[in-house]
């Protein structure tokens, strides 16, 4: 299988993993009673872990998109010539992707930190469990960021396609000089 | 500057970062008084985010040091040779390179994260802050944090140079084949 090929298809799925996560956590709502006659409703909002999360997903979707229509439009003539201008194209996305999934996985890594807290608590720190009381809540936040995990994985795997075809242009005996 | 010696230095001075890193975290105690007659002393165990940093630090310079003592061993083989075994060292150490690199900046993020909320605790949440009655023990964590995205940011440099040095062996016309 081409290697483009492949790449436009592992964006696509994450792009799409990417939305699924946004829209999870986006439209997670859920109304519960914490102390006897005061009542709360849980969204997306209360923890600023998951704003960032959302913003995250959306942005990276976004860039994706971008990337396919780039590479869709300029493929053929990125293939013939390394040496012009589409060497910098390449450069480019190289730093782009690599920049991409370290924010993705440490968006995911700090909503996973939160949402523990707010599962166990940190008794310590007197900071109450919260997802006693938001149970539904919770396992759709879950279920958000597995799918997030696995977003990333596909972007980790994107971001090593993209270091492979841009160093394999380059000389194995100088350094930093095209073949 | 030969491309070997340059991630050597980087790797060094990325194992002492992290070290200076965990030290700070883990000799970082203050005792306090939260509630009038109830003083507490904080630890890095109070919270689970900080105990995984020290032990993601101590190992990546572990791993680092392996690494190091690795390269200067065999650097004058491999340079040689990349047909041989040394091949299948030099993908082990790119996927090992690129795996702490997304392990050290997870571990860095949570804390983050965590600490913000213990800055500026969560009022939706009823998590209190902490940071105004733990002055000096939260300064240093902050201090801890800059010094390990320090370590974090040679480390993806270190990646990137193994991602080239792997990646330059290939052929830029054909699907992974060696030159």
Same mark, same amino acid.
Not at 28 to 44: H, V
Not at 106 to 122: D, I, K, Q, Y
């Given at each position: ?102 924010? *993705? ?6 909503? *996973? ?67």
């Amino acid at each position: 299988m081409d290697i483009t090929r492949m790449e436009a298809l592992l964006r696509a799925c994450a792009t799409l993993l990417l939305l699924t996560t946004a829209c999870l956590v986006r439209f997670d709502t859920q109304t519960s009673l914490i102390f006897p006659e005061y009542s709360r409703t849980a969204t997306f909002r209360d923890m600023n872990a998951l704003y960032v999360l959302v913003f995250m997903d959306v942005a990276v979707a976004g860039y994706n998109l971008v990337q396919l229509v780039i590479r869709g439009l300029l493929s053929s003539h990125m293939k013939q010539d390394m040496n012009g201008s589409y060497k910098h194209l390449a450069w480019i996305s190289f730093l782009f992707d690599q920049a991409v999934v370290y924010m *993705l996985f440490a968006a995911n890594s700090a909503c *996973l930190t939160a949402s523990l807290l707010a599962v166990r608590g940190e008794h310590d720190l007197f900071w109450m469990k919260l997802c006693n009381k938001f149970n539904r809540f919770c396992n759709q936040i879950g279920g958000a960021l597995l799918c997030g995990y696995a977003a990333f994985f596909l972007m980790a795997l994107v971001s090593s396609l993209s270091a492979y075809s841009l160093f394999r242009h380059y000389s194995p005996k100088k350094y930093l000089v095209l073949k």
